[in-house]
T-cell receptor, first 112, second 115 residues
Framework: TQLLEQSPQFLSIQEGENLTVYCNSS?????LQWYRQEPGEGPVLLVT?????EVKKLKRLTFQFGDARKDSSLHITAAQPGDTGLYLC????????????FGSGTQLTVLP | EPEVTQTPSHQVTQMGQEVILRCVPI?????FYWYRQILGQKVEFLVS????????KSEIFDDQFSVERPDGSNFTLKIRSTKLEDSAMYFC?????????????FGEGSRLTVL
């Protein structure tokens, strides 16, 4: 069974601060996705990383895939209240119809 | 922008009743999925569907669950006899044929409450 552990589970910071969320596994993934989920809504895809060591930037968000394709991080620079939400990492394996194994999520609160 | 749509957004039912949750995936997508999320817990895989048949199902997806694509647009999840523990958000998702493995597009979910 593939497991993805996210840390921290909860993070509350002031507007303007930087933060990093981690997603770790003992399994190798073909790709890793980061989703953001608002209360009562479905996960919304933020980014997909495929290559070991890959770094992708989405405005103030930087996503990195570990060299061994077992872990990933999400770094937010100068967080804003609009960044508040549940951030989920999810790993996928080629050839698996199951598609995605989700982490437990990091609930981020950015205080004005 | 195309999106996955789900109905109903919320359904309340009595234990033992049948429930059908409906999904309209993005039109040019051919891979379909159901996931569920019990309040406060992880998003869990239920079933994947391709070419009019189940590709894989989880241990959660027992004989009480079934999926169907009755026409060219709808994708349904049926729970024959609901249990209290079936209360959850149910998410439908779809993927492009040529899409990256794991790059799924989710609907907004159907909240099922079993009393």
């Amino acid at each position: 069974t593939q497991l993805l552990e996210q840390s921290p589970q909860f993070l509350s910071i002031q507007e303007g601060e930087n933060l990093t969320v981690y997603c770790n596994s003992s399994s190798v993934f073909s790709s890793l996705q980061w989703y953001r989920q608002e209360p009562g809504e479905g996960p919304v895809l933020l980014v997909t990383v495929v290559t070991g060591g890959e770094v992708k930037k989405l405005k103030r968000l930087t996503f990195q895939f570990g060299d061994a394709r077992k872990d990933s991080s999400l770094h937010i620079t100068a967080a804003q209240p609009g960044d508040t939400g549940l951030y989920l990492c999810a790993g996928a394996t080629t050839g698996s119809a199951r598609q995605l194994t989700f982490g437990s999520g990091t609930q981020l609160t950015v205080l004005p | 922008e195309p999106e996955v749509t789900q109905t109903p957004s919320h359904q309340v039912t009595q234990m033992g009743q049948e429930v059908i949750l409906r999904c309209v995936p993005i039109s040019n997508h051919l891979y379909f999925y159901w996931y569920r999320q019990i309040l406060g817990q992880k998003v869990e895989f239920l079933v994947s569907f391709y070419n009019n048949e189940i590709s894989e199902k989880s241990e959660i997806f027992d004989d009480q669950f079934s999926v169907e694509r009755p026409d060219g647009s709808n994708f349904t999840l049926k729970i024959r006899s609901t249990k209290l523990e079936d209360s959850a958000m149910y998410f439908c998702a779809s993927r492009k044929t040529s899409g990256i493995v794991g790059e799924l597009f989710f609907g907004e979910g159907s909240r099922l409450t079993v009393l």
